[in-house]
Structures are given as structure tokens and as C-alpha cells.
């Protein structure tokens, strides 16, 4: 594939392909300053980053990729898993020449950079988990917030049957489906551009490798921060409070009238968040440092 130019304004980058033995990876590279790698969910794709891209790019190397499988990156060995998702990654930042990134991570994106995160410390700035706590048994955490966890599940899989009966994602709710039709839309768009066997068998996959030991998270040394939808439908909330517990330093932050994909739903309030994480430890400014807090909510 020719590299092409990528651009949001005057903030010009390169679209590509990272062509391995075992998968072919698309890429685009908007902005400058330190990197900020974007890694999204079952349901997206690179493109799922559109309105952090433009916030962040002005003062930060914004990289977004599609995970092996999920177009345009075409999985060539037919292997996956976050082990796979994570020999993709760092060969991503080796190719681009990236000593260090922070990583941004959505759900099943959080599943490859905490991997990535264990593996290679020392090229984590920082590590944004969204509505994930990655392959982390969670369950096995002695903290009161996971007392919450059955309740929760029978709540959350009641909710969702009756929204699967509604024909609305899970993913998003019925709150932005209802407040938010153009962007409902586009998400849904979104989550259609991959097979939806292919996610099912990523899904699985997933299920079925939650088992680093509680223990393990303790070995984390760089800085985190973990979002939660108060609504999350998929995710369970309390789960981050468990994790957040055992990482030195690592914060929380939930943002209300959200579900699972809080980047898409409340991005304005997704985006700061981010960015007062950023600040603190890149120690450049945050975009709007004096700016009114808005609602957060996406615009059609």
C-alpha cells in the first residue's frame, strides 16, 4: 500500500500498512510531540478514534491502528488473542521508531497494551485502561466492590435482553441510542465493518484467557488511569475500583449517563480526562486548562 497523507487541519500524518508474517496492520500517524497510541475494542477499528484524534493531535503524535483482522488489517496467520494483539503492537511502535508511547486502550484493547505493559515497562509512559481491566481476574480480588459483581451480572444481563429485543447495542445503550442517533448510528456502522464471526471468535478467545493473577498487577510500575461508564452494560464497573486498588498510584475516573464505550458516548469528557492524565506526566498543558466543563456528550 502507497503511504498516504492523513491529516485533521493542518495536522498532516501518513496512512499505512505494517505488512508481518503473521498479519497485516493499518495505520495512520496524525500530529506531533510524545506518542499517543490508540488501541480500540471488539466493536471498532482505527477509525473509532475520531474525536480524540483531533484533540490530541496538536500537541501529541496520535497513532491509531486496527487490530489484525479488523479492516483494513487483514490477520494472515489466522491466530489472535491479546498475546498475537500484542506482538502486533510492539512491532507497530518498532517499525515507526517509537522508544516510548503512552497507550490509550478501549476494552479489548486494554487486553493488548496491559500484555504489551507487562512485557515492556520501561517503553510505557502511561496507560489509559477504558472499560477494561485486560486479561486481570478481577474476580479474585479481595475488595469489597467485587461483593457487587453478582448483582451486577444479573442486572446487566437482564438489561441487555431486553435491549437485544429493542434491536440497541449493548455496547452503547439505550441512552445514546436515544440522545445521540447520529452518533448511535456511526458506532453501529462501525461495529459492522468487521465479520461478525471473527469477533465472536476474538470474544471467546478473550473469555477465556481473564487469568492473570491478581498478584501480577502489582508488577505495573507505570502510571494508569482507568474510565468507566456508570452504565456499563459490559463492563463491570466495580471491577476498576478492584484493580485500581492494587496498582501503585493508579487512579479511577467515572464519568455518569455513560456505558461501556464512554470515548464515543462523552468524548468531551473522556478527552479531559485523558488530557489531565497526559499533563500530569508529559507536563504539557492540557487543551482547554480554563475552559467551562461541558457535557461531555458527542455532537451530531
Not at 478501549?106 to 493488548?112: L, V
Not at 515492556?120 to 485502561?129: D, M
Not at 429485543?165 to 439505550?174: D, Q
Not at 440522545?179 to 448510528?185: D, H, L
Request: neutral net charge.
Amino acid at each position: 500500500m502507497r503511504r498516504q497523507p492523513a491529516t485533521t487541519g493542518r495536522h498532516r500524518g501518513t496512512r499505512d500498512v505494517l505488512r508481518r508474517a503473521e498479519s497485516e496492520i493499518y495505520f495512520e500517524v496524525t500530529g506531533s510531540g510524545p506518542a499517543l497510541v490508540f488501541a480500540h475494542g471488539l466493536g471498532g477499528n482505527h477509525l473509532s478514534w475520531w474525536q480524540q484524534v483531533p484533540y490530541f493531535c496538536d500537541r501529541y503524535t496520535c497513532v491509531t491502528f486496527s487490530h489484525r483482522g479488523f479492516p483494513p488489517s487483514v490477520n494472515v496467520s489466522g491466530t489472535f488473542g491479546h498475546e498475537a494483539f500484542a506482538d502486533d503492537l510492539a512491532a507497530l511502535l518498532d517499525h515507526l521508531a517509537l522508544a516510548d508511547a503512552y497507550l490509550v486502550a478501549q476494552s479489548m484493547g486494554g487486553w493488548t497494551c496491559l500484555t504489551y505493559a507487562l512485557r515492556a515497562p520501561e517503553r510505557v509512559r502511561g496507560l489509559v485502561l477504558s472499560s477494561s481491566t485486560g486479561t486481570i481476574d478481577y474476580a479474585a480480588i479481595d475488595h469489597p466492590a467485587i461483593a457487587e459483581l453478582p448483582a451486577w451480572n444479573e442486572r446487566s444481563l437482564a438489561e441487555r435482553r431486553r435491549l437485544d429485543a429493542m434491536g440497541v447495542m449493548a455496547s452503547t445503550g439505550s441512552r445514546m441510542a436515544h440522545e445521540q442517533p447520529e452518533a448511535y448510528f456511526l458506532y453501529e456502522e462501525l461495529y459492522h465493518l468487521t465479520p461478525a464471526s471473527y469477533k465472536d471468535s476474538v470474544r471467546r478467545s478473550t473469555r477465556g484467557s481473564r487469568n492473570l493473577p491478581p498478584q501480577r498487577v502489582r508488577e505495573v510500575r507505570t502510571p494508569v488511569l482507568l474510565i468507566v461508564g456508570e452504565e456499563d452494560l459490559i463492563f463491570p464497573p466495580m471491577a476498576a475500583a478492584a484493580v485500581a486498588s492494587l496498582i501503585p498510584g493508579a487512579r479511577l475516573h467515572a464519568v455518569p449517563e455513560a456505558g461501556h464505550s464512554v470515548y464515543f458516548e462523552r468524548p468531551e469528557a473522556y478527552n479531559r480526562a485523558v488530557d489531565a492524565f497526559l499533563a500530569e506526566h508529559s507536563g504539557i498543558a492540557t487543551r482547554h486548562a480554563a475552559a467551562p466543563a461541558g457535557d461531555g456528550s458527542a455532537r451530531g
